[in-house]
């Protein structure tokens, strides 16, 4: 009779559970579950988070997160009008930093500082800080619906890093649908010689940047929790942009300090909301329903900047919600489909 014995990890990792295998068939686990309280000296090294497949779940994240992305878009724009950019993106990333870690250190602990890839968080924060400036810049240069279109080129790039850099399988259908949505993005931004000025250079760059740090962050969920992604991300950004307030710098009115915190709320939310979407699915799955961000875009600068949506921008968006709303019927039905029994 052959028996072995494996852990199945629990979260928190304090307790083990021993699962006896005999004869190559499972056993329900009785009562065999260890509880263990490591010492200050000897304390076991913090489990590997398990990557959970939750693809409904995490694109209600992503459209959720799209949403108050909008408004914080909206609030940048407006402070931007009055204060240097560095400046404004510094407040909103500073509020959300200490925002999330009031939320995240009393429940995770000191434990969410614990990384494995410490170098891939710098380079991450890196580029975003240049991806989140560059998009800035071209909100302030033109309306925010046009730039948040030209944006919504990234998940092509996100699609194409993943695959080059992450091997992640994509599909035939994802790709038709991502390619239909792109040229959804096209006819809303009509490209031609007024389309293409600097500020829509500005959002082309800055889609390139977000196409390749969502690809990357989803091969750091390899290793990392989507709490110590947002972390490490809020935490070096309010670094860097930290650095530019020498360089420009002007002191908030109080009759501003209502839209900056609630610029840094609703990035905090949007932060953690759209890092744990890209923790619980492919890249490819996830990112097209950003797409749904032009809507609120549109909104915002109808509601105050007075920007009416042309038929262009209208028929666009029509193209890339039909797009994103086949992709969450063909995701589901593919979840639907019974697992393969565990060996």
Not at 50 to 75: D, N, V, Y
Not at 143 to 160: K, Q
Not at 176 to 196: C, D, K, R, S, W
Not at 253 to 274: C, E, K, R
Request: charged fraction near 10%.
């Amino acid at each position: 009779m052959r028996v072995r014995a494996r852990f199945v990890h629990i979260a928190p990792a304090d307790c083990a559970v021993i699962v006896l295998t005999i004869g190559g068939q499972r056993e329900q686990p009785r009562s065999s579950v260890v509880t263990t309280t490591p010492s200050s000296d000897d304390k076991p090294a913090p489990a590997r988070p398990e990557r959970q497949e939750r693809i409904p779940l995490a694109i209600f994240l992503m459209i959720s997160a799209g949403a108050i992305f909008s408004f914080s878009s909206a609030a940048s724009k407006i402070l931007a009008e009055t204060y240097p950019v560095g400046e404004v993106l510094f407040t909103r990333v500073l509020v959300s930093f200490v925002l999330f870690s009031a939320f995240a250190l009393p429940t995770a602990g000191i434990g969410v500082f614990h990384t494995r890839r410490p170098t891939a968080h710098v380079l991450r924060s890196m580029s975003q800080f240049t991806s989140q400036t560059l998009l800035l810049i071209a909100f302030t240069m033109m309306p925010l619906a046009s730039a948040t279109a030209i944006n919504f080129s990234a998940p092509l790039f996100a699609t194409l890093a993943s695959l080059f850099f992450l091997k992640e399988p994509v599909g035939p259908v994802r790709w038709i649908v991502l390619v239909i949505g792109f040229i959804g993005v096209l006819i809303v931004t009509n490209p031609g010689a007024e389309t293409f000025q600097t500020g829509a250079l500005f959002a082309l760059a800055n889609a390139v940047l977000f196409g390749t740090v969502t690809a990357g962050v989803r091969g750091m969920t390899m290793t990392e929790s989507a709490k110590t992604l947002t972390m490490y991300q809020l935490l070096l950004l309010t670094l860097f942009y930290g650095l530019t307030l020498p360089f420009a710098f002007k002191m908030p009115a109080l009759s501003d300090v209502p839209l900056i915190v609630a610029n840094g709320v609703t990035n905090m939310l949007g932060q953690y909301w759209w890092t744990r979407s890209i923790h619980l699915a492919p890249t490819s799955a996830v990112v097209p329903f950003q797409y749904f961000s032009l809507l609120w875009a549109m909104m915002f600068g109808f509601a105050l900047w007075g920007d009416v949506p042309t038929i262009g921008l209208l028929v666009g968006s029509a193209i890339v919600t039909a797009s994103g709303l086949f992709l969450i019927w063909y995701e589901t039905r593919k979840r639907k489909q019974p697992p393969a029994e565990p060996i």
